[in-house]
């Protein structure tokens, strides 16, 4: 690790971005640069930082024969008796995946799932479904760009959460999914690992969430993120799983695994349980190691450069939510936040006090996001420059963040934007969010701490946090060697 | 104060008459006229609720030539009733309400206290369910609950009636599942 030199790394590559109605209307709907292309910016593998994280089979751009070879190889002892070759079954698959790397990874599993179960069960009413976040229209934009509705003849629908509902009943009273997710004799639960918001789920039945928020109307999203705490919210989505109703059509579930450096692998099977902790054991070991080398970082301005919302968007192959949080430590459950989601306005006594986002957070250049989530302590939290008069439009007409455009400024084009943040920030380490898995893309100045920094952060939590995150999980320590 | 700078409007030619867009808006502030549906601009708040269940794409957003204001003052009613209020749902005055519109729940129970009876009047008050529409949907059903408000549900998809919180959860189920936190997680809420 200590024989890596800046000198010797690399111009990166970041993800593509998919043109979106959610997007800036730039004539082409791309930027028109890319924070890889500014003077400086280097690509830093994470895999010279910490050699131990999981080696990838996919990054975005590779052959996608190893991710059809993976679900096929991971549905093997999937037990699929209960589809016979009469009965409906819904493919549940949510827009998170499709953003992953660009998308064909994931649209690669689904597809490799739809044909092994009409080959292994004579079953021929495989339907697709999407959800979504809150970008109403986004499952249409999906459909269109990666041909799914020619992939499954038409058998293709949006699930929204303002469809019409199913009422499920719980142990906590009844709660509500959407029809269009449950309206087959089965489901098969399509996710992936990433660890995406790990302020919310706290990698608690992480491979169940889905069932309250993806597959489920708005009332049940707001009891699972309003009513219920930090931790506690988790319930939600195991209460609606493990219900007679989900019970009854579930039939296995599939996840793309990922760590910081791609797609690591696929993983199935009838029981979610197994599944949740293994990808539990992957987070810890790969995206725990990220985010301690993030809480490292002391300064710098992030410019956020990709499809989707900025808190979902990847740099170093780790959302950025994950550097905004940082400097608490998410996967310990001892550890409550209060910034986001849980309409908290004050930390509990005892916890550390913490600002909607990370202090060393000290600007952020806002180059090209999606609408679709509320944000705000984005910009009034800390320094925000919007790239583009399209950019500012987009904040601007924003429901979600209304009042966001009179926090910001905008700057005309890229460079002036990071030169106005730099001086606003006093400093030299710029990392930037811009889909890419494998590397982190930043400057010179910043590769160089992180170079320093990454041994103590692989230390840190190999030997005091990993085994703390293991007990209170109920895990044998050994379990993770 | 939430200012709201857009509405949706239907383009007739292009509505079906489906009813979607009916079902889907929390002020109710469409109908069907000769199966046609009228948004009452009056009452929408710009969510675009109807415009992404619209298979048609038969609704858009429009520019306000006059943007509507939306607030309630919550100095302006009696503080003590506000806390009980906001006690009996276990929601602390300053929780958010709504994050997008950037509201506290002591404006939902001071737009309760000024006569909002329903959902959609608390939407109408105070500008929330403008945005995401989906946060603050059981948080303005606990405060109108805990006020004792009977609440209609009138269309057969448009809201439903489940606030479930941590304080509904048996104690079976607390002692079942001890890994989540149900009881340590109620002292994050309410400090009162």
Sequence with gaps: ?481 | MVQINYRAEVIPEKCTGCVDCVFVCPTLAIKMESRKAVIDESKCVACQNCIGICCDDAIVKLERAVPVEREVDYTTVNQDRILEICKRANIHPMQWLCLCTSTRAREGAAAILQGAKTPEDMALMTGTRSGCTVYCSMMSMRLLKAAGINIPLSHKWHLFDTTQSLWDVPKEIIDKYAGYFLEEDKDVFRKF
């Design chain 1, 1 to 481: 690790m200590s024989t890596l030199a800046v000198a010797s790394l690399k111009k990166a590559r970041p993800s593509y971005i998919r043109k979106s109605m959610y997007g800036p209307a730039t004539p082409t709907g791309q930027p028109e640069m890319r924070a890889s292309d500014l003077p400086g910016m280097v690509a830093l593998p994470v895999q010279a930082l910490f050699p131990d994280i999981p080696k990838a089979i996919y990054v975005e751009g590779d052959d996608l024969a190893p991710i059809r070879k993976a679900t096929a190889e991971a549905l093997a002892n999937v037990n699929m008796d209960k589809i016979q070759p009469d009965s409906s079954v819904n493919i549940l698959t949510s827009q998170y995946g499709f953003m992953i790397m660009g998308g064909f990874a994931y649209r690669e599993m689904v597809r490799t799932i739809k044909e092994i179960v009409e080959q292994r069960t004579g079953c021929t009413d495989i339907r697709l479904r999407i959800a979504t976040g809150f970008r109403l229209k986004e499952p249409e934009e999906i459909i269109k760009h990666y041909e799914l509705d020619k992939m499954f003849n038409g058998k293709v629908s949006p699930a929204l959460y303002i469809d019409r509902a199913v009422e499920i009943d719980t142990p906590i009273g009844k709660l509500m999914g959407i029809h269009k997710i449950y309206n087959a004799d089965f489901i098969i639960h399509v996710h992936h690992g990433e660890l995406r918001e790990l302020d919310m789920h706290r990698m608690i039945s992480r491979t169940m969430k889905p069932f309250s928020m993806s597959y489920a109307r708005f009332e049940t999203r707001s009891v699972h993120h309003m009513n219920f705490g930090p931790r506690s919210s988790n319930l939600i989505p195991r209460l609606i799983f493990e219900s007679p109703f989900v019970q009854k059509k579930f039939t296995f579930g599939v996840f793309m695994a990922a760590s910081p450096q791609g797609v690591v692998g696929v993983e199935a099977g009838n029981d979610l349980m197994p599944i949740d902790r293994r990808l539990m054991l992957l987070a810890f070991k790969s995206y725990g190691k990220i985010r301690e080398l993030y809480n490292e970082i002391k300064d710098c301005v992030c410019i956020i450069d990709g499809s989707g919302e900025p808190r979902y968007m990847v740099g170093g192959g780790t959302t950025f939510g994950n550097l905004t949080e940082a400097e608490l430590d998410l996967f310990d459950l001892d550890t409550v936040p209060i910034s986001l989601g849980f309409g908290l306005y004050q930390p509990p006594p005892t916890q550390p006090k913490l600002k909607a986002v990370n202090p060393a957070v000290k600007a952020l250049v806002m180059n090209h996001f999606w609408t679709g989530v509320p944000q705000m302590e984005l910009a009034t939290a800390c320094p925000m420059i919007l790239v583009g008069d399209e950019m500012h439009k987009l904040v601007k007409e924003d429901c979600m963040n209304i009042t966001m455009a009179d926090h910001v400024v905008t700057a005309q084009n890229l460079p002036a934007a990071l030169r106005f943040a730099k001086r606003i920030a006093q400093t030299d380490n710029i990392i930037a969010f811009d889909g890419a898995y494998g590397a982190i893309t930043c400057s010179e100045a910043l590769a160089d701490h992180l170079i320093k920094r990454a041994p103590i952060a692989n230390q840190r939590v190999e030997e005091e946090l990993m085994p703390k995150w293991l007990r209170q999980r109920g895990f044998d320590p050994s379990e993770a060697l």
